[in-house]
T-cell receptor
Framework: RKEVEQDPGPFNVPEGATVAFNCTYS??????FFWYRQDCRKEPKLLMS???SGNEDGRFTAQLNRASQYISLLIRDSKLSDSATYLC????????????FGKGTKLSVIP | NAGVTQTPKFRVLKTGQSMTLLCAQD?????MYWYRQDPGMGLRLIHY???????AKGEVPDGYNVSRLKKQNFLLGLESAAPSQTSVYFC????????????FGPGTRLTVT
């Protein structure tokens, strides 16, 4: 079975801290990579897509290392509102529209 | 736009009862998906559809059936509910390019006693 592995956490960090999440995936044919955010008792929502060259959206930076099959998400200057579970998601193979979800890493930002 | 909606939001069933979960999307998406989410597990794909009138099995299809009679609706049926089907069920949809995000509904919390 193709897997996506994440550190389950929880990560408890103070406001203003920088926190990094790591993810590994086993399917070398995967071509699309995402980070989703899921608030408690809510549906997952796309946080950002992850591109080979790395990409940044405000305080969030995503990196992809295809050779190591590794994806990361860096959150700078953490806010209380960043408290959520972060899901690493990859497509299930070349050209596949099916997604494989990691179990998620829970983040709690503490005042 | 409402996006993806699911009904009902909550349901309690007794073992052996049947029910249908309804998912509706107003984004003209071709692809629709049903997932279940259990504590300590990632989202797991139950069934999916790549267009009106088509359905296919996902990772955990046993005990569920689906139908996609209209493009905007995707129904998930439990014919004889079991306690192992206690879960949160999410519906999602997208254009199916392989690179576009999936939009999720708010979920249905189902308890089977």
């Amino acid at each position: 079975r193709k897997e996506v592995e994440q550190d389950p956490g929880p990560f408890n960090v103070p406001e203003g801290a920088t926190v990094a999440f790591n993810c590994t995936y086993s399917n070398s044919a995967s071509q699309s990579f995402f980070w989703y955010r899921q608030d408690c008792r809510k549906e997952p929502k796309l946080l950002m897509s992850v591109y080979s060259s790395g990409n940044e959206d405000g305080r969030f930076t995503a990196q992809l290392n295809r050779a190591s099959q590794y994806i990361s998400l860096l959150i700078r200057d953490s806010k209380l509102s960043d408290s959520a579970t972060y899901l690493c998601v990859v497509n299930s193979g070349a050209g596949s529209y099916q997604l494989t979800f990691g179990k998620g890493t829970k983040l709690s930002v503490i005042p | 736009n409402a996006g993806v909606t699911q009904t009902p939001k909550f349901r309690v069933l007794k073992t052996g009862q049947s029910m249908t979960l309804l998912c509706a999307q107003d984004m003209n998406h071709e692809y629709m998906y049903w997932y279940r989410q259990d504590p300590g597990m990632g989202l797991r794909l139950i069934h999916y559809s790549v267009g009106e009138g088509t359905t296919a099995k996902g990772e955990v299809p046993d005990g569920y059936n689906v139908s996609r009679l209209k493009k905007q609706n995707f129904l998930l049926g439990l014919e004889s509910a079991a306690p192992s089907q206690t879960s949160v069920y999410f519906c999602a949809s997208n254009y199916g390019t392989g690179r576009d995000e999936q939009y999720f509904g708010p979920g249905t919390r189902l308890t089977v006693t």
